[in-house]
């Protein structure tokens, strides 16, 4: 617990990012719940970004949507700089893939719709997120589903400020970000459509769609095409596409998008998620990487401040001659569709006017409905990966699919001719195999498909064992034994841990969760296996180690191979280069047991090919278990910042390198060149 400002108090951290911490607080005499986004210390000791942040405040303080966290104040006094926003607690959208998994195609389009509505409402400002991903999309609980809310708009452009030296490229999360980003463009809304059809692909089949380093990642976004994943909707990815097109002028609107995805919530009603993927399927080249000297949007000013969102029926007219527009849901969003609501609670639609509604069982002879099967089975897609697609994406994409009609679907395609093609446009979907025939309707939609209905729908399913009622005893069992005794349905994550034992070799350590449990979506197995371990007190370093080597004393318990921060005058910043040898990183973090001031406080964080992995705030009596990531990384950082002016020892307890024994080199050979 510590004061913000004259009037706040910040009761728990509940998050960090590369800008700085979340907490949750209150203000003085109020019981209310609110959230606080402190930006990072050293981002407040800047000139430029005090000054973007006063400037750029009064601005995001006018965003007024219901799908997106309100900020309701600014704090700027000294060193310290944060805004004030609604809480919400429903946690955010890579929680509930993490939970959840894939999501139905309904799920996808109305969470994407209702995204789409707030960041209007954030251009309408004249203001582009620059950082849309699903950590920053917030879930409210006060509805059924969950209301999503747009968080974080505008801190990227505060920041972006901090100093001259630093690119716009760097502004964004790699995983999400659109390819003009790293060419220094200006900052335009058709960012913000690229990043949330990434976020859309993600919902589908839970993987983005391109992984790697970030340095791969940029030069993927800018020079390969998604590959589709099995059991996507010809609708909904054909709108993916188009969103994630290389040229910014290709993408359609967000107001585009939104009435699209509004229109699908019902039209894709009742088909299952596509089967979860733990690695994307197979990128394409694109025929014409992206590049500084593209036509950016047109009527979007090189200054990125944005003229007003067009009304809905304008936008449509502009988008889709022709196509009439849908019924409206409120005057505030005029065409946005509200479908039914999902039964037994309260629409999200009357509690939130202009928000699409969740998705809901569509009218007997709707699309998607009993009485339809044609339409259904047009829109649960092709069953199998494509063989054949164009590899040009820029000379002619689709930019939406508008289903016109309460009781049938109708396609219309807007295509761009960059004059590349004389012959004229080519499809982005592919001419292989026929729609998969849609599943039995249900009598009650629900926010993901059944266990039955995901092993159905995926063709490298597992057999189904009997049905469990709970989490079975898999300790002890071999990988593929386990596996078998689990339901197809169930994603499974392996994570190794060393062992000495040789008979715990490739058996099942532990699970998560642990037997008896209710049955999940996602089981984490523990297999033991031979790890080749290098301890980080042992490697060189390769920038200026601000880190001893010594043995060191947390909670009582001797470490070691530790290394710790006695410096007491500055923050420091270390970086050892891993090679891409190892696949984890563990050890034990916290304040040395002999430390001179109890009550110092730090944060370290941990960066792989800078990008922030973790941030641990580090007291007195706090201690942390690592497991970090390492697989393919080159760089690791560790970054240890000071937060209060006191003295203490800042340890990392056994921190062990791990990775298989064929993939790492002996300690000497590391060293060689540090």
Known sequence: MQRLGSIYTLDERIGSGAQGEVWRGHADGSQEVLAFKVLRRDLAKESSVVSAFLKESETLRRVASPAVVSIRDIVAEGETLALVMDYVGGGDLTAKLHHEGPQSPAMVAWIGASVAVGLEAIHAAGVVHRDVKPANILLDPATDPPTPKVADFGVARICDSASTTRSTMFVGTPLYMAPE??????????????????????????????????????????????????????????????????????????TAVREALSTLVTTLAQLPPAPALTE????????????????????????????????????SAASYP???????????????????GVPGSASSAASYP????????????????????????AAAGPAAPAKKRR??????????????????????????????????????????????????????PSVTASATASATASATASATPSKLTSMPDLVGKTEAEAKKALPGSITVKIKQKSVSDASKVGKVLETDPAAGAAVPTEVTLTIGAKVATIYLSDLKAVTSNAFSSNPATL?????AHSI???????????????????????????????????????????YADQTLLKTETVSFGTFTDLDLDMTNVLRLKIVVTRTTGNNASVVLGDAALEGSPDQVPSLDELNKGN
């Open 322 to 340: 022709g196509v009439s527009g849908s019924a409206a849901s409120a005057a505030s969003y005029p065409g946005v569709p509200a479908s039914p």
């Open 354 to 377: 202009g928000m699409p509604a969740g998705p809901g069982v569509p009218a007997p002879g709707a699309p998607g409905a009993p009485g339809a099967p044609e339409a259904a089975d």
């Open 391 to 444: 590899r040009g994406l820029v000379v002619a994409l689709v930019v939406a699919l508008v289903l016109l009609g309460a009781g049938g679907a109708g396609a219309f395609y807007l295509l761009r001719d960059t004059g590349e093609d004389k012959a004229g446009p080519a499809p982005v979907t592919t001419t292989d195999p026929g729609p998969t025939p849609s599943p039995t309707p249900s009598t009650r």
């Open 280 to 315: 994307p399927p197979q990128a394409l080249p694109a025929a014409t990487p992206v590049s500084g000297d593209q036509t950016m949007v047109a009527g979007i000013p090189a200054t990125g401040v944005l003229p007003a969102v067009p009304s809905a029926s304008a936008a």
């Open 181 to 254: 980003v790293a060419d220094g463009m200006p900052a335009s809304p058709a960012m913000d459509v690229y990043s949330l059809g990434i976020v859309l692909y993600e919902l589908s089949c839970g993987v983005t769609p391109f992984v790697g380093t970030p340095a791969y990642l940029i030069k993927a976004h800018a020079s390969l095409l998604p590959g589709r994943p099995q059991g996507v909707p010809d609708a909904l990815w054909n709108l993916i596409a188009a969103m994630t097109a290389k040229d910014p002028a290709a993408r359609p609107t967000m």
């Open 564 to 606: 710790y921060n006695a410096e007491y005058a500055r923050d420091s910043s270390t970086e050892w280069n891993l090679g891409r040898h190892f696949t984890h990183l563990s050890g034990k973090l916290g304040l040395s047991d002999n430390s001179k001031d109890a009550d110092a406080t730090f944060t370290v964080d941990f």
């Open 555 to 559: 909670n009582g318990q001797k470490y």
